[in-house]
């Protein structure tokens, strides 16, 4: 007795296409999985390069020092560069000073500038803060609680103008200067932010890059930002 099987062919034919297809979308699988992890491989390579050379390049960091009193000069251009109008007043402009290089330090800030200073009665530093709120930066401004009070005192307007200010608590001067813009710029020294400390004492000025630097005033900043909290 004989017995015909029909269609034998055709269903081994394509059990061997299903394999050939499954063996050939597998081997697309492992070259796109190879790929990905080519790309992000080079990636990571580009990053990591990219960092050694800005930790490397000579010149990077900046570090910087100021002396006072300043030579008076027309600041105006600081707070409208892209005005089209020019200033008028008697003071010399196009001139280079430490206080303008202090005011172009402070306005670089993009994110958060924290404030700790004893005397604040400067009236283009008040602008500069006043700038920065303006434009969403994150400010906090740490002061002493007398002084913040005296005539001409500019913490008053700060506080108006809805920028967070905290005194100190405690029985002793709060007698810190210094600014940090961005948690990267450190700006310290002897200098009160008053109109006399800049036209008229000899003062100096610290500006630094240096995170080694930069970092302990931003711990002294935050602990006394919180020591100081008025709840």
């Keep these: 007795m004989s017995v015909t099987l029909i269609g034998c062919d055709e269903t081994t034919s394509d059990t061997g296409y299903s394999?050939?297809?499954?063996?050939?979308?597998?081997t697309v699988m492992w070259t796109v999985k190879v790929v990905g992890l080519g790309v992000v491989a080079v990636s990571l390579s580009l990053e990591l390069l990219v960092?050694?050379?800005?930790?490397?390049?000579?010149?990077?960091?900046?570090?910087?020092?100021?002396?006072?009193?300043?030579?008076?000069?027309c600041v105006e251009h600081l707070f409208t560069p892209s005005s089209p109008f020019s200033c008028f007043c008697s003071l010399p402009h196009g001139v280079e000073t430490s206080f303008s290089c202090l005011l172009?330090?402070?306005l670089s800030a993009t994110s958060?500038?924290?404030?700790?200073?004893?005397?604040?009665?400067?009236?283009?530093?008040?602008?500069?803060?006043?700038?920065?709120h303006s434009r969403g930066i994150t400010i906090r401004v740490l002061t002493d609680?007398?002084?913040s009070a005296i005539t001409g005192s500019q913490i008053g307007v700060l506080r108006k103008a809805g920028i967070c200010v905290r005194c100190d608590v405690g029985?002793?001067?709060?007698h810190h200067k210094f600014a940090v813009v961005d948690e990267r710029l450190l700006i310290t020294g002897s200098l009160n932010w008053t109109l006399t400390a800049v036209q008229s004492n000899m003062e100096n000025i610290l500006i630094t890059e240096e995170l080694e630097l930069v970092r302990p005033f931003i711990k002294e900043f935050n602990r006394l930002w919180v020591h100081n909290d008025p709840a």
Aim: aromatic share 12%; net charge positive; hydrophobic share 50%.
């Design 19 to 26: 394999r050939v297809v499954a063996t050939e979308a597998n």
């Design 51 to 73: 960092w050694l050379l800005r930790r490397l390049r000579p010149g990077k960091t900046l570090n910087e020092v100021l002396f006072f009193p300043s030579e008076m000069a």
């Design 104 to 106: 172009r330090r402070i």
């Design 145 to 147: 609680k007398d002084y």
């Design 112 to 132: 958060s500038l924290d404030l700790c200073v004893f005397a604040f009665s400067n009236m283009d530093l008040c602008r500069a803060i006043l700038a920065l």
């Design 171 to 174: 029985s002793v001067y709060m």
